[in-house]
């Protein structure tokens, strides 16, 4: 049995990572009504080259819908609707093919890049390119006997 916690007690112990608890809100809560449908993998596919792979057995191409906004990937299964499974009579079903929609919240500066289906396996490559102004710089220490001016 799963509960959800409280996190809020710690949102006024903390000064800028209040994205951190609302993204841990967000995994409980989605954890807790997620169904595992359908199951996938994330790698690591290099130095800031990600990727996910999802089992997705049954579906085209046309069928699923990748899409990207902001920090959210979604990923939409739709079965077509052809009337062939109403005139077959399973003796056991495990192939599930039922319409799906999963989510996952990326990280900053991260961008799909592309998405193929091979062998009913979907697979979305992820890239992370942090702009310039974003990325770490050495900051020279000089041997001066002067205090820097400040200026505004």
Same mark, same amino acid.
């Given at each position: ?10 949102? %006024?112990?903390? #000064?800028?990572?209040?994205? #951190?608890?609302?993204? *841990? ?5 989605? =954890?807790?009504? @997620?169904?595992?449908?359908?199951? $996938? ?6 130095? &800031?080259? $990600?990727?996910? !792979?999802?089992? !997705? ?7 699923? &819908? /990748?899409?990207?906004?902001? &920090? ?6 739709? +079965? =077509? +609707? ?7 009579? $399973?003796?056991?079903?495990?192939? +599930?093919? %039922? &319409?799906?929609? %999963?989510?996952?919240?990326? =990280? ?13 396996? *979907?697979?979305?490559? *992820? ?8 990325? @770490?710089?050495?900051?020279?220490? /000089? ?5 820097? @001016? *400040?200026?505004?």
């Amino acid at each position: 049995m799963r509960t959800n916690f409280d996190y809020s007690p710690f949102h %006024r112990a903390t #000064v800028g990572f209040d994205r #951190v608890f609302s993204l *841990l809100d967000a995994v409980s809560s989605q =954890a807790s009504s @997620a169904n595992g449908y359908p199951p $996938y993998n994330i790698e690591k596919a290099g130095e &800031n080259a $990600y990727r996910i !792979v999802m089992a !997705v057995a049954g579906f085209s191409e046309a069928e699923l &819908n /990748v899409t990207q906004k902001e &920090n959210e990937l979604q990923v939409t299964g739709q +079965a =077509a +609707a052809n009337g062939e499974d109403e005139k077959k009579q $399973y003796l056991y079903r495990g192939i +599930a093919g %039922r &319409n799906f929609d %999963r989510r996952f919240q990326l =990280a900053d500066h991260v961008k799909v890049v592309g998405a193929k289906l091979i062998n009913g396996l *979907l697979t979305i490559e *992820l890239q992370r390119e942090v702009p310039e102004e974003k990325k @770490a710089r050495a900051i020279p220490v /000089v041997n001066g006997g002067e205090q820097p @001016a *400040l200026t505004h």
